[in-house]
């Protein structure tokens, strides 16, 4: 008897850490070293985080299939080039064709040099490490690769 209650509230115990894990917010990362970011041979094997190592770095998924994380990459784009800021904003569009991707940085006249395009070998590999399957967010990471705050506000980015 007391072997089945252990038994079952070990697989409870389980299920909960397990569950809590894959359902848990995007900001359950803060205070986490970033996951990697490989984007595929469309970008030359590169990744963005390697480029920029050192520096303060806002990292934004978006998709122009999903219109709120457009917008956001927009809004972030715009911030990042006023006076005054000391991060670097890179974006990554996850979109399933090259051809949008080139055509929204025209039409929204995105700064080309920090944008990039994941593979679509690559997507899948980065919607899992950074959970995104359940919407695109954006990761603000300090010097040394580290998620200090998830979807920043003007005022976050400020004090920067």
């Known amino acids: 008897m007391n072997k089945t209650l252990l038994t079952f509230a070990i697989?409870?115990?389980?299920t909960l850490l397990t569950s809590a894990y894959y359902s848990a917010p995007a900001d359950s990362r803060i205070g986490y070293k970033a996951p990697a970011l490989l984007l595929g041979d469309d970008n030359n094997g590169l990744s963005p985080l390697q480029q920029?190592?050192?520096?303060?770095?806002?990292?934004?998924?978006w998709s122009s299939a999903d219109a709120q994380s457009r917008l956001d990459n927009r809004h972030y784009d715009r911030l990042s080039r006023q006076a005054g800021m000391h991060y670097i904003h890179v974006s990554v569009n996850l979109d399933r064709s090259v051809n949008v991707f080139n055509s929204v940085v025209a039409l929204d006249s995105l700064d080309?040099?920090?944008?990039?395009?994941?593979s679509l070998e690559a997507q899948e590999t980065v919607l899992k490490g950074w959970?995104?399957?359940?919407?695109?967010?954006s990761f603000l990471l300090d010097t040394e690769g580290k998620i200090i705050a998830v979807d920043p506000d003007e005022r976050t980015l400020a004090r920067i």
Request: glycine fraction near 10%; avoid cysteine; charged fraction near 20%.
């Open 11 to 14: 697989l409870g115990l389980l």
């Open 52 to 61: 920029h190592r050192g520096e303060t770095i806002l990292l934004t998924f």
């Open 112 to 118: 080309r040099s920090t944008h990039y395009a994941a």
């Open 131 to 137: 959970r995104l399957d359940e919407g695109f967010h």
